[in-house]
């Protein structure tokens, strides 16, 4: 039952502090004990600054079905943030629903644990003091001292923003999630988001790589700007509870790029049902499962206002827009992501989602090609698929022959396109070619 509320309510309050782009990071902790002290700390004095929206669980919530009660709590929520505003003439910083959890709510992760930092601090004092509250001023000197840190913070990052393109903005303080995101294209789209200051998910079933990835950028950039996530797209469960965990750790997606993808070249004639299954089953069933999930956590977001646009991204293929010889595995599983997009597309715009699909050509610098052990141009020099080659290089520069621009595809190439796609309030259900050429528009 706790779940349901979680899971409706941090999304909810992303939508409530919408700004016209985006909303406020939320982090919920649902300690039980730290849930019920804080809301024993409304008997004390709190200045304005810190004093939480303080919400109840749904009467007779037991008489309900899922479905009636997300909506009950869906228009108690909103009713009660909205009263909270006329109010105190502010958005409230933390909100404690009763039996469930706190949500403490920022602009970027990092000033949400500020929040949940200063928080604590105060009914840490309340505890050890056993007194209604520290003098008013007290406290209030306090919160001076703390957003006074955050303007200093908030203002340091402005200073590092200069000189930066506008199209970082598009991006900047949004949460995105990419799945397939510790190798490959992947982390090239994960490397120029954190760049823009976009809270990144790194998700990924080799949750060593998106760790060792997150903590790279965390140190970089000295703050928290990518997080590690473990996910099979193939499991609907464990997609589910990915999920879960990014609402609960951050408050909702605006950006999920469906990036987890594989590719086992073989003749039709010989290649395994197995096989062929296993490709579909990472790159047209897990996409499915993604969109499912994670649209049901955008629609909340646009409840409040709507007018919260967010994006649901598949990095297709040029395999997608043309066949591909002794491929048929991976162009068809291309081909039905097409199909998904399109069809999700018209779908979800009722809920401000958009639905497009980037089609790249070949990422040569990316393991699939790569990796030299089991990379597509060692299989191809040993198969002797490249008539003449004799070396890896033979092999490389027989392919990037093929490409008017004479090179493969970069993950730069492509983030420009997610850019694009991210910016627009115009486009949806459409599948854009980043292939210098090779596949071509008809």
């Not at 804080?38 to 008997?43: E, G, H, P, Q, V």
């Not at 929206?53 to 007779?60: E, M, T």
């Not at 827009?321 to 979800?348: I, M, P, R, V």
């Not at 003449?388 to 396109?417: H, L, Q």
Request: proline residues 3%; contains cysteine; hydrophobic residues 35%.
């Amino acid at each position: 039952m706790k779940n349901i509320y979680i899971e409706t309510i941090a999304p909810l309050l992303r939508g409530l502090t919408f700004d016209g782009e985006k909303g406020n990071i939320s982090i919920c902790e649902d300690d039980p004990k730290k849930v019920v002290f804080a809301i024993d700390s409304r008997n004390h004095t709190l200045s304005e600054e810190t004093l939480p929206l303080y919400l109840k669980g749904i009467k007779n919530q037991n008489l309900l079905n899922k479905e009636q009660l997300v909506e009950k709590i869906i228009s108690y929520t909103i009713d009660k943030f909205k009263y909270y505003i006329k109010k105190y003439k502010q958005k409230p910083k933390i909100v404690i629903f009763e039996n469930v959890g706190i949500f403490y709510l920022g602009k970027s992760y990092d000033d949400s644990i500020n929040v949940k930092n200063n928080f604590k601090d105060i009914l840490k004092n309340i505890k050890i003091n056993s007194k209604p509250s520290e003098p008013q001023d007290c406290i209030e000197k306090k919160n001076s001292k703390i957003i006074a840190n955050n303007y200093c913070n908030r203002s340091s990052e402005e200073c590092r923003n200069d000189g930066r393109s506008d199209r970082n903005n598009i991006v900047k303080n949004k949460i995105a999630v990419v799945t397939g995101g510790a190798q490959g294209f992947g982390e090239s789209i994960v490397r120029e988001l954190t760049k823009s200051e976009c809270l990144v998910f790194i998700a990924d079933i080799n949750i060593k790589g998106a760790r060792k990835l997150a903590e790279e950028f965390n140190i970089k950039y000295k703050k928290t700007i990518a997080l590690p996530i473990k996910v099979d797209v193939t499991n609907e469960d464990s997609v589910r509870k990915m999920i879960y965990k990014i609402v609960k750790k951050a408050g909702g997606i605006d950006i999920f790029i469906s990036n987890a993808g594989v590719l086992k070249a073989s003749s039709v004639k010989e290649m395994e049902f197995s096989e062929f299954a296993f490709v579909n089953k990472v790159n047209y069933f897990g996409y499915f499962l993604c969109v499912k999930h994670a649209s049901k956590v955008m629609a909340l977001q646009n409840i409040p206002s709507g007018k919260y646009f967010t994006d649901i991204i598949q990095i297709n293929s040029k395999s997608g827009l043309k066949g591909s010889d002794k491929n048929s595995a991976y162009a068809g599983s291309k081909f039905g992501g097409l199909g998904l997009t399109q069809s999700f597309a018209l779908e979800l715009i009722d809920d401000n989602i958009k639905v497009n699909s980037i089609c790249p050509g070949n990422f040569f610098e990316g393991p699939l090609w790569s990796d030299p052990g089991k990379g597509l141009f060692v299989q191809y020099l040993r198969t002797g698929k490249v008539p003449g080659a004799k070396t890896i290089e033979n092999v490389k520069r027989f392919y990037e022959s093929k490409v008017p621009m004479k090179r493969g595809c970069t993950g730069e190439d492509v983030i420009k396109a997610i850019y694009y796609l991210i910016d627009q309030k115009y486009e949806t259900g459409q599948a854009i070619p980043v292939t210098g050429g090779q596949v071509m528009l008809k």
